[in-house]
């Protein structure tokens, strides 16, 4: 049988390299293989109160964004989460077996109280549970997700166990994360703070000019250079060659090293060269978007075609936990 595939974004603004590269590229190459629901996170959006005016905007340039990129709506599900409201039900069954002590040590939630302390909400703090409930719902077997969401798939992972022992059944399958160079990936900021975020506020987007792009590459931190043969690289560096790696090919990464072992590196030069690269990638993607984004007819099909087959794939996989709960109709 086909290994199913669950992954989505949040609606929260324009892609960037981090999603690109965690996330969508895997998508693209996944759906060729596997049964595929890509999906908008809307909902989990919501848990940061966005302006309602930047809802559905939001939603469509993530979904022009896709199809930019090259998912085929004839290959995948590509569905907007809100779409499926399915989900909010599995949600609240699913909720009844996650334990608010499991949940409050959550990273991600950790993280948001202290970015966030005035609107620390049960969305938030549940935030896992939905996100489980997301994928369960179609049975995934492989979820493609950058590393920051590793902790939320073991989550995912815990409650079906708990779900198949409580209701001794097998009807979830442990989702795993899909690897696909090795481990899941972290692109970093370029502005030596780590992760590439939209909370960072350091990202490079898919949708980025030109002329931006180039500018927010060659202002990348770097430090005065090494000054000893072969020594290791300080982590704003180690960050340049991360990117370099994902993004150029494998002999240009491997001129560049050469180049930083011999003390005889120039970042102007590399980055340069980066910002190059990642426009060979991102300028195509960008045309396109601009054209998707008009056709607000296609979008329509494609975003009704994706919850067409996600319902179904959700109502089918409900209809057997409700069994396994106890309901019954009358
Ligand atoms: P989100 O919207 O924060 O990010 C979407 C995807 O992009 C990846 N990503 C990164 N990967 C590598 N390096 C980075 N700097 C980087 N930044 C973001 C994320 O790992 C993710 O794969 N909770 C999810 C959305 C979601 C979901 C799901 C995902 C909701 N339900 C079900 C999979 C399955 C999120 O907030 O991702």
Known sequence: MKQIVVSG?????NLHLGNYYGALRNFIQMQNEYEC?????????????PDPAMLHPNVKSILAEYLAAGLDPEKSAIYIQSDVPEVCELYTLLNMHAYVGELERTVSFKDKIRKQPENVNAGLLTYPVLMAADILQHKANLVPVGKDQLQHLEMTRKYARRFNTIYNTELFPEPDAYKFHGEPIKIPG???SGKMGKSEGNC?????E???LTKKVMRAVTDQGPTEMNQTKPEVIENLFTLMRVVSAPDVVEHFNNLYNN????YGDMKKQLAADILTVTAPIRERYN???KDEDYLRKV???GAEKARESSARTLEEVRKAMGFRRF
Do not use: P, Q
Not at 263 to 266: G, L, T
């Open 291 to 293: 054209e998707i984004v």
């Open 9 to 13: 974004i949040r609606s929260t603004g």
């Open 263 to 266: 003390c005889e590196i120039r």
């Open 303 to 305: 975003a009704a075609m």
């Open 190 to 192: 370029l502005d030596g």
């Open 204 to 208: 490079i987007y898919l949708n980025d």
């Open 37 to 49: 629901y890509f999906f908008i996170a809307d909902y989990h959006s919501l848990t940061t109160h």
């Open 210 to 212: 030109d002329k931006v």
